[in-house]
């Protein structure tokens, strides 16, 4: 049941070229957004799609994965964990920020 507890699978576009950045010792990381769509009926009848956007976040090997073969449009799963973080902005003031961090990634469509 451990291995059930903030799970976050999706399968999505991504919505821009990854951002990588590259750290002291060579350890890297990749962020990038995921566009996931889903369908519904309204009261109407009228078929209704609704896009969500989620930040993802990937470290190390996966994050090289990215950098090689990830590029905007592809389609991609990703299997991670829904993390909160906050900082603050050069102004000072205090942001929040909810992202997925990617334990794998698989590469879909061509």
């Given at each position: 049941?451990?291995a059930?507890?903030?799970?976050?699978?999706l399968i999505?576009?991504?919505?821009?070229?990854?951002?990588?950045?590259?750290?002291?010792?060579?350890?890297?990381?990749a962020?990038?957004?995921?566009a996931?769509?889903?369908?519904y009926?309204?009261d109407?009848?009228?078929?209704v799609?609704?896009?969500?956007?989620?930040?993802?976040?990937a470290?190390?090997?996966t994050?090289e994965?990215?950098?090689k073969?990830?590029?905007?449009?592809?389609?991609?799963a990703?299997?991670?964990?829904?993390?909160?973080?906050?900082y603050?902005d050069?102004?000072?003031?205090?942001?929040?920020?909810t992202?997925?961090?990617?334990?794998?990634?698989?590469?879909?469509?061509?």
């Open positions: 049941m451990n059930m507890k903030n799970k976050v699978q999505g576009h991504v919505g821009q070229e990854p951002e990588i950045k590259s750290f002291d010792g060579g350890k890297k990381v962020n990038i957004t995921i996931t769509n889903d369908f009926i309204n109407k009848g009228d078929k799609e609704q896009t969500e956007w989620h930040r993802v976040t470290w190390g090997k994050a994965i990215i950098e073969y990830v590029t905007k449009g592809k389609e991609v990703i299997d991670g964990k829904l993390t909160h973080r906050s603050e050069k102004d000072g003031t205090k942001r929040y920020v992202e997925v961090v990617v334990n794998d990634i698989l590469l879909l469509g061509k």
